[in-house]
T-cell receptor, first 116, second 114 residues
Framework: AQKITQTQPGMFVQEKEAVTLDCTYDTSDPSYGLFWYKQPSSGEMIFLIYQGSYDQQNATEGRYSLNFQKARKSANLVISASQLGDSAMYFCAMREGNQAGTALIFGKGTTLSVSS | NAGVMQNPRHLVRRRGQEARLRCSPMKGHSHVYWYRQLPEEGLKFMVYLQKENIIDESGMPKERFSAEFPKEGPSILRIQQVVRGDSAAYFC????????????FGPGTRLTVL
């Protein structure tokens, strides 16, 4: 079974609209971390937002928020007020356990296209 | 504070040659990770190192691939006798030493094997 599942290969949104990118995860470890990264066409990986499994509140970073539903094992990324520069590939990733130096497990990604 | 640096950004090798990829972590970071991204795929973990130690190489192919993080200088990912299937983007990430620390990625090295 896949540890991280991103079911939307591609998403389309108009400027200034909000968009939700889906991510579900699978782990039996009670302690884990969830991350979202953005990969624009230039290829670099940009960290966006982090949610710890014990965090009581959903994480927010500017226009990014993480809709964390622990019982459903989902960690969807919400981008508010989309901009043309948001067009990129978005990856959800998980770190299992709470040890420093644990590798991240990535989903296959979702391509977001923002149009004017 | 400079981010994670990788060089070269692009590397072309012919089959059978060696590829050396370099990574300098963010200042103050003591953990280095290497990941590989095949076309249209997410990143796959290869190896995790601290200074002078390989901590976890469970994602590294058993042959031709090696990694080091010496006391001085950058971390090196070395691929000997490259084959076409090694063509990919190789990313280095670094983190500090706390359990919840985020891994910050470098810009990647795109390896093309002719």
């Amino acid at each position: 079974a896949q540890k991280i599942t991103q079911t939307q290969p591609g998403m389309f949104v108009q400027e200034k609209e909000a968009v939700t990118l889906d991510c579900t995860y699978d782990t039996s470890d009670p302690s884990y971390g969830l991350f979202w990264y953005k990969q624009p066409s230039s290829g670099e990986m940009i960290f966006l937002i982090y949610q710890g499994s014990y965090d009581q509140q959903n994480a927010t970073e500017g226009r990014y928020s993480l809709n964390f539903q622990k019982a459903r094992k989902s960690a969807n990324l919400v981008i508010s007020a989309s901009q043309l520069g948001d067009s990129a590939m978005y990856f959800c990733a998980m770190r299992e356990g709470n040890q420093a130096g644990t590798a991240l497990i990535f989903g296959k990604g979702t391509t977001l296209s923002v149009s004017s | 504070n400079a981010g994670v640096m990788q060089n070269p950004r692009h590397l072309v090798r012919r089959r059978g040659q060696e590829a050396r990829l370099r990574c300098s972590p963010m200042k103050g970071h003591s953990h280095v990770y290497w990941y590989r991204q095949l076309p249209e795929e997410g990143l796959k973990f290869m190896v995790y190192l601290q200074k002078e130690n390989i901590i976890d190489e469970s994602g590294m192919p058993k042959e031709r691939f090696s990694a080091e993080f010496p006391k001085e200088g950058p971390s090196i990912l070395r691929i000997q006798q490259v084959v076409r299937g090694d063509s990919a983007a190789y990313f280095c990430a670094s983190s500090w030493d706390r359990a919840t620390d985020t891994q910050y990625f470098g810009p990647g090295t795109r390896l093309t094997v002719l």
